[in-house]
């Protein structure tokens, strides 16, 4: 089961340092208790809250620094996209997998899959049984889904704005964080669902 899906940058933008990562977006699956230890389960509503986005930022700031390295070892400059190039930049984009141990940041071990699309990073976090190829083809798809109905690409494109959206593509491509395998009718199917839901 997939733990939680973000959207954070992954290189400098705007006010931040060469070293941060913004959370744009982020979306945890599953009851609280999973992530959280014994200890933090009794901390306040407020607390609990606080702690979640603390974790998420660990997160945003460990694939920040594999998306970095990743670059650097390619030695490919990345060049601004405009508009339209949404699958082009999305064939380009950098991806990986890091691994989480138990306690950095959560309770058990995780997987987190990334895909570094311009100044965009896209990730899952994942249990440690889970099927990552599945859930790399999941991440794609809602890459693709993201960069083509919400045209984040585009300057000035605000990520935080389209946050009911998003929610609408997570409850079709990953509902209640499961993985889903897709055959080919089934892939169709989803595919004009989540079409007719992007053009309201």
Not at 135 to 149: I, K
């Amino acid at each position: 089961m997939v733990r939680c899906f973000l959207i954070h940058t992954v290189c400098p933008v705007g006010a931040l340092t060469a070293g941060e990562s913004r959370v744009l977006y982020s979306r945890l699956f599953g009851p609280d208790e999973v992530v959280l230890s014994k200890q933090q389960r009794e901390f306040a509503p407020e607390e609990r809250r606080l702690l979640q986005k603390e974790k998420v930022s660990v997160v945003a700031r460990r694939v920040r620094s594999a998306v970095s390295l990743s670059r650097e070892a390619s030695g490919r400059q990345l060049v601004d996209a405009l508009p339209g190039d949404e699958a082009m930049v999305l064939q380009d984009a950098d991806r990986g997998v890091v691994r989480l141990r138990a306690g950095e940041p959560f309770s058990e071990e995780m997987s987190v899959l990334w895909l570094g699309v311009q100044s965009l990073g896209f990730t899952l976090v994942c249990e440690p049984q889970d099927n990552l190829l599945l859930a790399e083809g999941v991440l794609r798809n809602l890459t693709r889904h993201c960069l083509d109905n919400l045209h984040m690409l585009g300057q000035g494109s605000e990520v935080l704005l389209k946050s009911s959206r998003i929610d609408v593509l997570l409850s079709r491509l990953l509902p209640h964080g499961q993985l889903l395998f897709l055959n080919h009718r089934f892939a169709q199917s989803l595919e004009k669902e989540v079409a007719s839901s992007m053009a309201k």
